[in-house]
Nanobody, 129 residues
């Protein structure tokens, strides 16, 4: 059984930094699959944030977040991270990690939430002004 367990959310102020973690466990080969972060603000659709390839060599970001967010992975810990800097109130959302068991050749595919097979439980990030 695949489990993605998230941690690291919380309440911060504008301009602060925060790091989210997503630890994978279960019957998976962590290094064999791409993983990603999405977020969902109240009343909005779940949107793509960033993705990292199974090898860790390719990363994709939403264009509006790429300058402030960094996705990374630690294979030894079977964990991915999302480092967020210069947070703004618009970053307030529930953040989800996800695992993709199929390959994608386009950005549109990699950013599509329907592409992902397993999801973390979500972690709230609230940025106050």
């Amino acid at each position: 059984q695949v489990q993605l367990v998230q941690s690291g959310g919380g309440l911060v102020q504008t301009g602060d930094s925060l790091r989210l973690s997503c630890a994978a466990s279960g019957l998976i080969t962590f290094s064999g699959y791409a993983m990603a972060w999405f977020r969902q603000a109240p009343g909005k659709e779940r949107e793509f944030v960033a993705r990292i390839a199974s090898s860790g060599g390719r990363v994709d970001y939403d264009p509006f977040m790429k300058d402030r967010f960094t996705i990374s992975k630690d294979r030894a810990k079977a964990t991915i991270y999302l480092q967020m800097r210069s947070l703004i109130t618009e970053d307030t959302a529930v953040y989800y990690c996800a695992e993709d068991r199929a390959s994608c050749s386009t950005y549109e595919c990699r950013a599509n939430r329907d592409q992902y097979d397993y999801w973390g439980q979500g972690t709230q990030v609230t940025v106050s002004s």
